[in-house]
């Protein structure tokens, strides 16, 4: 008999994913966005999650459509935007992002900012936002996998321990704290913070591994 830790009913996720690209969108090449959120939420998320994908063109109105669509009819407490957030022309996600927040979080572009910084000097050109709308939280991520993971994650010391806490550190309390579903994370993946009188307790089961 194994003594298990099992949260008090695990909320299901509704999370919108959003891969914002011209050539993507019209088929021009394949996209690699969508995927790599997926990817990663599916292990970084204990809870059972519908995604809700969009893969739309560089179109600010389009955007903001999405992402209003996304949070009001499809009720996604959280959205996730990748791409478009560079200071190039046909780059407007920042834009159509704010347009349709309610709250900005100023911290989360800052954070992202922060650590790629620890990768590409260009990294002070990136412009991504985050909002609220509602109980949803909206944020805009850069538009490589591999960046995606870094600011999701954060950076890790040689020998494993957190050296610079990734954005989703905070995601789940944030989302507490609009109303939204309780979020249980995979530590060793992402490590969530939440203050001791926010965190869920436990009940112990019994079960039989036999």
């Not at 050296?163 to 944030?174: K, N, S």
Request: hydrophobic share 40%; aromatic share 4%.
């Amino acid at each position: 008999m194994t003594e298990l830790n099992i949260p008090e009913g695990t909320d299901p996720l509704t999370i919108g994913i959003v891969s914002i690209s011209d050539r993507a969108s019209t088929g021009v090449y394949e996209d690699r966005g969508l995927p790599a959120l997926k990817e990663w939420l599916s292990k970084a998320l204990k809870n059972p999650i519908t995604f809700e994908a969009r893969l739309i063109p560089d179109e600010q109105d389009a955007i903001s459509a999405a992402l209003v669509d996304l949070v009001d009819r499809a009720g996604c407490c959280l959205v996730l935007t990748t791409g478009g957030t560079g200071p190039a022309l046909r780059d407007v996600t920042p834009e159509a992002t704010l347009a349709v927040g309610h709250k900005e979080m100023p911290g989360f572009g800052e954070q992202m900012r922060q650590i790629s910084l620890n990768f590409v000097p260009t990294a002070i050109l990136s412009r991504q936002v985050a909002v609220v709308r509602g109980r949803s939280l909206i944020i805009n991520l850069p538009g490589q996998p591999k960046s995606i993971a870094e600011t999701l994650e954060g950076l890790r010391a040689a020998e494993g321990s957190v050296a610079v806490p990734g954005i989703f550190a905070a995601v789940p309390y944030c989302v507490d704290l609009i109303g939204g579903p309780y979020m249980e994370a995979d530590d060793a993946v992402c490590r969530a913070f939440r203050p001791k009188n926010a965190i869920r307790p436990a009940k112990q089961t019994s079960a039989d591994r036999g």
